[in-house]
């Protein structure tokens, strides 16, 4: 599968068409979506009409933009026009399609990208692994008896197994970064309102994103989709770079990095601490940074995080369906609603000065660092039906579990990217995280792209097999 960039260049100059991309594209699907799950609704026909539109542009001389002729999928969290968005839930499965794209979707479509499909979430995005009554289970293509993570489970697993160059992606505790880690992928989360949304959520943690398999990739989506909107009031001004030349060219010698390898509370397993600390070293020092040495222990951001993130599953219900829809739910997201079905504003302050109090333990990290270096996941990817593992190594990990690390910068704002640092002993690969100041991007970026060109990854999946 070419990238992104190699699809959109070639088409843009003439030497492929958009068509015929697509057919590359719909036959991976053919092969590997039955085995795999990761598109849950596909629109051949509209896909198509697309791309017959981004063939006939070049064959007038326009140019039909950045990401022309590129095939994506949609996880089925985000609006795409004439396709239903389900939610990964029983609750929406069957409704009629769209009729608008989201902000983000319309972005793309504008640079020319070819939206084909839904992709797989789990129910309303509440958990890390991507199993749901509406449409089963979702597996990972580097060993399908496991998941590709969750929230974006789907479109890492389209991704990672060459069926599409990217999908989009979301992430409100590491719904992108995840679902990268566990399926070799490049994913950043921005910076909370670079790329906006069109509806406020009260725990504004949320950012829109891409799964893709190369720095350069990730670069190019940010660059046509970052930019304020109207109707997100928190959305960024535009960025004053090019992030596709950020990666080549941004001076990031001498930052101040710190490694941390639990940050004081998770419980890690061996092997991945030794593959992201390895990833970390050999960064620190293609990148010329500054290695600190600094105690860091948030407080809670788990905690935070779950009591933050309730309020917006609330959103996602209509009127009536709670209590009347709870068999058909999931079991994490109907014990979620009756947890806090009864919250009141005073308890609900509580957790706002819980997220203040980390807000200033990072913004005191901050003030002496530049750069935050840990592993994306405590461990490699788990079962693909779930649960989510409470133990890790003998030891108990119910109060950080497998995924510790990436709820801090959703809770904080801060940009964060996970990049592959490796495979363990079983062939599963192991995420590093470089989390950075807030609005630094490109800083993200530049450092992803060093490490990239220092210890270059396997773009797509090596399954159970392959050499």
């Known amino acids: 599968m070419r990238t992104v960039v190699e699809v959109a260049e070639a088409v843009r ?12 594209c719909l036959d991976a699907v053919a092969a590997r979506n ?94 890390a692994f991507t199993h749901t009554k509406a449409w089963g289970t979702t597996r990972n293509p580097w060993d399908p008896t496991r998941t590709p993570g969750g929230s974006s489970g789907g479109s890492a697993a389209a991704v990672a197994s060459g069926m599409v160059p990217f999908c989009t992606a979301s992430d409100g505790g590491g719904s992108t970064r995840i679902p990268a880690a566990f399926s070799g992928l490049v994913g950043l989360k921005p910076s909370f309102g670079r790329i906006p949304h069109e509806r406020s959520a009260p725990s504004e943690t949320s950012c829109f994103g891409a799964l893709t398999t190369t720095v350069r990739d990730a670069a190019r989506h940010l660059d046509v989709s970052a930019g304020p909107h109207d109707l997100d009031r928190a959305s960024l001004p535009p960025p004053n770079t090019s992030y596709e030349r950020a990666i080549e060219e941004l001076d990031v010698g001498g ?21 992201t600390r390895a990833a970390a070293e050999a960064l620190v020092d293609a990148a010329g940074l500054q290695s600190v040495e600094r105690a860091f222990s948030p407080s809670s951001p788990m905690r935070t995080w779950l009591s933050a993130g309730a309020a917006d599953m ?40 819980h997220r203040q109090q980390l807000e200033e333990e990072v913004a005191d990290l901050f003030g002496e660092i530049d750069v935050l270096l840990t592993p994306t996941t405590a461990m490699a990817a788990y079962a693909a039906e779930g649960p989510l593992p409470m133990e890790i190594e003998g030891k108990d990990a119910r109060t950080s579990g497998p995924v510790p690390f990436t709820m801090l910068a ?10 592959p640092a490796g495979v363990t002993h079983d062939g599963l690969p192991v995420g590093l995280q470089i989390m950075v100041r807030r609005h630094a991007d490109d800083v993200a970026l530049r450092l992803a792209r060093i490490f990239e060109q220092t210890r270059p990854w396997p773009r797509l999946a090596k399954g159970p097999g392959q050499d």
């Open 314 to 353: 609330w959103l996602d219900l209509e009127e009536g369906m709670w209590p009347g829809c709870t068999d058909e739910l999931t079991g994490l997201v109907r014990a979620s609603l009756r947890r806090t079905a009864e919250w009141t504003l005073p308890r609900y302050a509580r957790a706002l000065r």
């Open 34 to 127: 039955d085995e795999l799950n990761a598109f849950v609704h596909l629109d051949v026909d509209a896909a198509r009409a697309t791309a017959e539109r981004v063939d006939e542009a070049v064959a007038r001389g326009d140019d039909p933009g950045l990401l022309a002729g590129v095939p994506f999928g949609v996880k089925d969290l985000e609006d795409c026009a004439g396709m239903p968005t389900s939610h990964g839930s029983l609750l929406y499965k069957g409704r009629p399609p769209v009729p608008d794209d989201s902000v983000h979707v319309s972005r793309l479509r504008a640079a020319g990208a070819v939206p084909i499909g839904k992709t797989a979430s789990p129910e309303f995005g509440v958990t």
């Open 13 to 24: 100059a003439g030497e492929l068409k958009a068509t015929e991309i697509l057919d590359e």
């Open 410 to 419: 959703n809770l904080c704002w801060n940009p964060a990217i996970s990049v």
């Open 255 to 275: 930052l101040r990095a710190m490694w941390s390898p639990d940050m004081g509370y998770a419980v890690v397993v061996p092997e991945v601490e030794e593959l």
